[in-house]
């Protein structure tokens, strides 16, 4: 009797994915796919509900001020924290007090008659949340990408990221104008908490454990050290402190005062926001294949483009043409985020991202509180046509003073990964405690 015919061998299952996109890189992507989509939204919600309740432009900038100012307050504790514990349980509970504190928002506006305050006290649970998220969050990300793949990792991420948004933006403007603000901020909320159960599955057995250090002051003055002893990281994070502030004011007071007197109205704002992220996308994919040598020169360079936006508001241009320049400007500084990401990538020590990161967004949102804040004196004070111009002013001015500093002129990427002294491992009574998991393998993300 003739034996059966032997079974042909199984093809393996084809990688629908790159070998450098692991397990933890996918998570990432997909839980910032997620939370931009209702943030992008929530934003413009939140605006729309302060002037559906009766507020002013002043009103508006109190708001906007309270989300920014804890920021301020606790992004460097929550850069320390992160650096100390474990980056996604950071982020978990970030997240999870960003939806409740949207949850809470959006019951407020469907249900009752929002005061000022209380608006401004969910808002500002809502910022300290993200204090703590965005430390973590960039830590994580940049630990899981090798050297060799950081610009088309990072340039992918955001390209993800920031398509979301642009969902985001479009169908918070349309659901404000169909359904009202209140609806957008619940799912907001939805967001938070379905990103905040992708983000608890992240692996963290790669990352080394910490050194008992001196505490939470010491953790911050060596923080403080990577970035002073930077110039090019310094220079750069104080240009960002007055771009990040205008443009801010700009965006989050002005840009919904000009759509609801001159452009019809939350829609085409929302539309103009949106044209801005796919204007970061055609930025990462640009960045996807060009790998510019001088890093900081040509991002810096693409940091001018931000003053088109203030501008065309001032003007103000029609809806078609602030859409020309929001997209122009998405694209600019994508190139910029990407060309950042990299070099941080390249010339930070992995146990010290967090809080050079934490330093980094500190450094960026400082100014933004008072601006916003300000942002309807200046227009009481200045008009609001004026007010726009300076801060398109500002934008060029910062960004001129940064390229006088060499570092940033002459920073080029480097061909191999930069190599780093590796910290002590913690130790015990008995010797050398083992890391908190097995050595990551040659994948970025330990999988």
């Not at 009797?1 to 032997?6: C, E, R, T």
């Not at 609801?260 to 294949?289: K, N, S």
């Not at 590796?422 to 010797?431: I, L, M, R």
């Amino acid at each position: 009797m003739s034996s059966p015919p032997a079974a042909a061998p199984r093809t393996p299952a084809r990688r629908r994915r790159p070998d450098w996109a692991g397990r933890n890189y996918s998570l990432l992507t997909g839980a910032a796919v997620v939370t931009n989509l209702g943030s992008h939204g929530a934003l413009i919600a939140a605006t729309f509900a302060v002037m559906e309740a009766g507020g002013s432009s002043g009103d508006i900038g109190l708001v906007a001020a309270a989300r920014t100012l804890p920021l301020v307050l606790f992004l460097l504790i929550g850069g320390a924290v992160a650096d100390r514990l474990p980056r996604h349980r950071v982020m978990v509970a970030a997240n999870a007090l960003n939806c409740l504190s949207q949850a809470a928002f959006a019951l407020l506006v469907l249900t009752g008659d929002p005061q000022l305050w209380q608006m401004m006290l969910l808002t500002a649970l809502c910022g300290t949340g993200t204090a703590f998220f965005n430390p973590a969050a960039e830590g994580m990300l940049l630990s899981t990408v090798s050297g060799e793949h950081s610009n088309r990792a990072f340039a992918l991420f955001r390209m993800a990221m920031n398509g979301a948004g642009i969902g985001g933006a479009a169908l918070g403007g349309a659901m404000i104008a169909a359904m009202g603000p209140g609806w957008v901020l619940a799912v907001d909320a939805a967001a938070f908490a379905v990103a905040g159960v992708l983000r608890a599955f992240l692996d963290v057995s790669h990352v080394p454990g910490r050194a008992p250090g001196g505490g939470l002051l010491a953790d911050l003055r060596e923080g403080w050290t990577e970035v002073r002893t930077r110039p090019w990281l310094w220079s750069i994070v104080l240009q960002f402190s007055v771009v990040v502030a205008v443009v801010g004011a700009a965006e989050a007071v002005y840009g919904p005062l000009v759509a609801r007197d001159r452009l019809g109205g939350a829609a085409p704002w929302g539309v103009a926001l949106a044209f801005f992220g796919v204007g970061t996308i055609a930025g990462a994919v640009l960045m996807m294949v060009w790998k510019p040598r001088r890093l900081l020169l040509i991002g810096t360079l693409c940091v001018f483009p931000l003053a088109l936006p203030s501008a065309g508001l001032a003007v103000p241009l029609p809806v078609w043409g602030l859409c020309t320049v929001m997209f122009v400007s998405g694209a600019a500084i994508e190139v910029f985020g990407v060309s950042w990401m990299t070099t941080m990538h390249q010339e930070i020590p992995e146990e010290k991202f967090s809080r050079v990161s934490a330093y980094d967004w500190f450094g960026s949102v400082s100014m933004l509180p008072l601006a916003t804040a300000l942002a309807g004196p200046a227009e009481s004070a200045f008009g609001r046509t004026q007010a726009l111009w300076g801060c398109a002013a500002l934008v060029i001015l910062a960004t001129a003073l940064v390229l006088l500093i060499p570092d940033v002129r002459h920073m080029t990427r480097r061909s191999k990964p930069t190599t780093f002294p590796k910290p002590p491992a913690p130790s015990t009574p008995e010797g050398p405690a083992p890391l908190s998991g097995p050595a990551a393998p040659s994948s970025p993300a330990g999988v």
